[in-house]
């Protein structure tokens, strides 16, 4: 009850949050009015502390008790300024989530500028997950990456992501609300048990001759952006020669297909683990492949950038247009 | 040392160690036991004792308290409970909020050590308190990022440096409350100082204390140095052996008429636990409200002092009675124990026959003294019961009170009255504070006998025997008046200087920062200029400064500014891009050529000069090493550069 009543006081916080400094885009610098701070409960505990220790040196008319209370509350006051202090011209170089596979934890890496003065303990927050940064020097550039807890296939919205800090004592906490909404695309699971299409069929659905897992040697062809290093002539490279790929090919079949609706008799989920799989072992081999998926298509080809672009069909199947 | 829980343990065994020679024994060895074992438990990561023996250890310590102080309150059992309670909370210290509260604990004793004393060698002692209480903050903040020792206290000390003048001007304006508003026993540990009674060998043992009793400070001239008689408690009853103040009925003040200089001083007295307050022989009158004088010229507080007090006075050293001695006045101080010192009182008959005139009998007393065989001492031997028949005729050796007391029985047993008056007498000139410290050592009794017509009169008979025992401390005192400051200090060895220095710090700290209270705070006010001070224009002016240092503090937080880079091309480069930025400002990821092809793009006007700049610059950094005037005029050209504002 009290738990819920909290979670949509904090909610309506956030709406008015949200509304008050709208979307944010990167890099951006931290601002001191974007900026809030509240005591934390150590910081109530200290301020009862201080307010007895007042009433003692008031009660005994005791200087040295009360020069003491008042520095210490001194003490108390300066930190407020030190924790806003150390957010304040924060500058957030960059955030972004790479897609990440259902199962495996999210990464969210961030990279921060603490421009002219070193920052302490600054905590970057997204979900229910935390890092903190120890030391961020200053005129340096600090980068952190933040683990969230493994996601469901599709999309994961982050709409806001906390940057806070209780330095120097604790007594305080400063934060500071980043909206810079990120989807990150959730691969399906790369599982599944079938071996890879041993018929590779062409767009007309011709036949070809199998023997895949047997791929032969094809030859040298030059580098392209997206290569795989794996694939890369090192021996060559190393007499001096410009940087080239090696190139396998089945013996039959230069080509794998994928199709979502072979794999038919499978729940849909499971067929997209399944396709997942194939796409990553495909692409391990250096096959070139395409995918079908229903009303999907993806030519025929190879490369990290293919392999993505194959994967994140695969994550957004049966998602709203709008966020394919 | 980079466990949050070792911060803490140490921030509250050092609290635990600024009372440890109050503390009872057990409780220390009980906090240093649990302390320790805690450290070692830490570093082996060893489990925590089980809840029953954790409970079981707090009601044996609580149980001890209540056994050895029989109460909670009071700050010695109140600081032997905080310190017992904060061991055993150590003993569960799991969370963040458990090292929290301990280091409360800490922190609170430190202001219960504030309260029990407040001297300025003890200073050094809570600020270093402060200063690792901070750090522990610091540390147990944020255990993840695992804070050195070296950055806790030096944010820490950052922080207390900005601290201090809020907590100088908080200590200044925050108007303080008069009268107590809730009172505990205090803690009543040893104070030496006057006893309301005398016998025999009692201000022997004050003889024996460096202690200072009390300092003065004269404000204009100061009186002849024979005088410098303080006045304490004067004594009317006497058994034959111990004399004390009068207990019945009290006599009328006899009027005064005060002769000769006023002397205005300002004391500042030790704390001594006794109602009464010295001032020099005699003064006007009592110096505030709560303070009376008494038929015998003596002050009488209402509390006892129990804190350093400071007052004003103004007394003059010579004086005399307009009106006689009431008959209740002369009963008191003829009243003699009619079967003691048989002998003493036929030697005070003849000594009356043969000289009817109380200045002659006076005077036959003293030569007595002086030509009877009698010597000073500060070993007398013991006396019986009939004391002064044993002093007179036996013993003959004895110091001030001995000569008092048998001076005040001849002179009433030959029909005159006479008392005995307690005091101080003389002091230490300090050079450098300007002021005399007056030490139990110095403590002396004297007598005063009535004289018709003349009123009472101080008689100090030890004078007569020991002339050095009243010149003695006059030292320092001669060196005051005869040379100047300057030619004093000279004199001085470099040990007592040092002494004297430390004795005038220590004055200087108890009256004007230990004794700081809303008189003072007044009086700063109309120093200020302030006509009407009160309560309000404090909080105003409270208010008015905690603005101005948040200001500060703000500004002064603010004003780090991006170090300017000590190469000189790359400040000129950041000075041409800073101009540049008008027409657009260049990405981090862009080098000088590629920002100056876009600037091309982007003002084709601006362009020309820009882009020609630029690849000096980029021709000045990474070309073949080149002559730095160079590098010089290319900076020179840059500050030359002007651009206009790109049209909107």
Redesign the interface.
Known sequence: MLQAQRHRLERAIGGWIRRRQGEDRLPLVLARRRIYILPTRAGLGFGLLLLLMLLAGLNYANSLALLTTFLLAGVALVSLNQCHRNLQGLRVVNLHAPPAFAGDPVLIDITLEPQESTRYAIRVEAGNESILLPELQSNSTTRGRLALRPAARGLLHIERVRIATRFPFGLARAWCWLYLPLAITIYPRAEGSLPLPSAAQGREGGATVAAAGHDEWYGLRPFRDGDSPRQVAWKVYARGLPLLVKEYRGAASDSLWFDFDVLAPLPVEARLEQLARWVVEAERRGARYALRLQSIEIDLDAGEAHRDRCLGALARYGAPAAQR | MNHPVLWVIATYVFGVLLHVDRLPWWSSAAVGAIAAWRVVATLRAAPMPSAWLRLGLGLALLLAVLAQFNSFTGLSAGTALLASMGAVKLLETRT??DQ??VL?VG??L??AA??DR?SLLR?PL?AAH?WL??AA??V???P????GAR?AFA??G???A???????L??LL?P???G???ALPGSGAGVTGLANEMTPGAIQSLSESDEPAFRVRFIGARPPLQSLYWRGPVLHEFDGYTWRRRQGQLARRTELTYLGAAYRYRITLEPHEQNWWFALDLPTGPPQAGVFMTFDYQLVSIQPVS?PTAYELTSHVSYRSTEPLSVLGRRIDLQLPEERNPRSLRLAQELRSQHPEPRALIAAVLELFRSGGFSYTLTPPKLDLNSVDDFLFNTRRGFCGHFASAFVTLMRAAGVPARVVTGYHGGEWNPIGGYYIVRQSDAHAWAETWIDGEGWVRVDPTGVVAPERLTRGFFEGLAGQTINAIGGLRNLTLLSRISLSWDAANTWWKDR?????LRSQFQLLSKLGISEPSVRVLALLLAAALMLW?LW??IA??L????RPRDPLARAYRELCGKLARVTPRE?HEGPRSYAQRLASCSPAAAERAVALLDRYAELRYGPPQAAENTASFAATVRRLRLARPPR
């Not at chain 2, 993840?144 to 804070?147: D, P």
């Not at chain 2, 900005?162 to 100088?168: K, T, V």
């Not at chain 2, 780090?560 to 170090?563: F, K």
């Open positions: 963040r909020r929290f509260i409360g922190v609170f430190l202001i504030c309260l407040q200073v809570y402060v209480a901070c903050m610091a147990i903040a944020t993840e990022a695992a804070l950055r944010t820490s950052r922080a207390i900005y601290a201090l003048p809020i907590a100088l908080l200590f925050f303080r409350v008069q107590q508003i809730w804190r920062i230990i004794e700081f209270d948040l503090v703000g937080f603010g780090q500014r991006p170090r981090p």
